[in-house]
């Protein structure tokens, strides 16, 4: 269900219509704050607001690329630890029916 929210962003309102949570908006917000403070800070002259929501978005873009390659290694380790399980079963299953079957025939 839509509903209207109003968020500051680097010192400007912002009013939306979201069918978003409000809390979970804020959240970001405040994220997206957080990193405008920490630009201002570590900048010895004062960026348009534009120039420090391109920045902050650039940051945050990339957070989210690192994000999706460590993600994409992380599955790629998994699947491959899986599929090792899998072939260690397998060849311990196989050696305990061969086991079997030459006991089956003493």
Do not use: C, W, Y
Not at 38 to 61: F, N, Y
């Amino acid at each position: 269900m839509k509903h209207s929210v109003t968020l500051e962003i680097a010192g400007t309102k912002f009013r939306l219509v979201a069918d978003a949570d409000e809390e979970h908006l804020g959240r970001l917000a405040r994220i997206v704050n957080q990193r405008v403070d920490e630009l201002r800070s570590k900048t010895s002259h004062i960026p348009t607001s534009s120039q420090l929501l391109a920045l902050v978005a650039l940051g945050l873009a990339d957070d989210l690329v690192t994000a999706e390659r460590r993600e994409a290694q992380i599955s790629e380790l998994t699947r491959t630890a899986v599929a090792r399980a899998i072939e260690r079963i397998d060849r311990r299953i196989d050696l305990d029916i061969g086991e079997q079957a030459d006991s089956d025939t003493d």
